[in-house]
């Protein structure tokens, strides 16, 4: 597995638009994506934390090969959706260590 973050700060008046930009951009552009086993959108708790997009892909190559698609390009274009809420951001990227997880 590959893990993907994005941490998005979004100004407080922004953020309901920002939220169902997201939510659309998340439906039409998300389903279809090779390798792509879950991807959510954290909300924040706090005025002065930002949102974090994680994306969990089947590899690193799934992940790569989504940021190269042209549906990635369209789906990021700065006037066209998130990105014109978003004031920065942040993508950091992970393999996770299957020995250090633990679930119920």
Known sequence: MFVATNRLFVPADRAEEFEARFRANMREYL???P????STLLRPTRPD????AVNEFDSEEDFRAWVASASFKEAHRRNAGIARHVTGNA?????PSEDLVITR
């Open 49 to 52: 934390q930002p949102y974090v």
């Open 31 to 33: 389903p279809n994506v």
């Open 91 to 95: 993508v950091e990227t992970f393999h």
């Open 35 to 38: 390798g792509l086993r879950r």
